[in-house]
């Protein structure tokens, strides 16, 4: 874990979703049985990360250099940590 939030070290994405990108809608979402969630262009690229293998600081280190902005770490961790009380992630 993290130490300021409840997020797991290197996140996973719960198997009770399944994530994909929608034509449609023009963005991720997250599926299940009861309905589906949009994700905003932001959250769909940090879930793309979690694939239980990756901690939490490469992820804020992919995402920074993919879109050359710095210091993205509180924003990726409020996310995984929404996205953990929310049950979309998980520890592997």
Known sequence: MTTD???P???????RYRMQYEEVQKCYVL?????????????????????????VAAIVSKLEEKFGMPSLKNDVEQLLAH??????????
Not at 31 to 44: D, W
């Open 31 to 55: 599926l299940y049985p009861e309905g589906m969630i949009r994700l905003n262009g932001s959250a769909g690229e940090i879930l793309k990360c979690c694939d239980g293998a990756t901690p």
């Open 9 to 15: 070290a290197m996140p996973r994405l719960n198997r």
């Open 83 to 92: 996205a953990f009380e929310q049950d979309w992630i998980v520890a592997p």
């Open 5 to 7: 939030l409840n997020i």
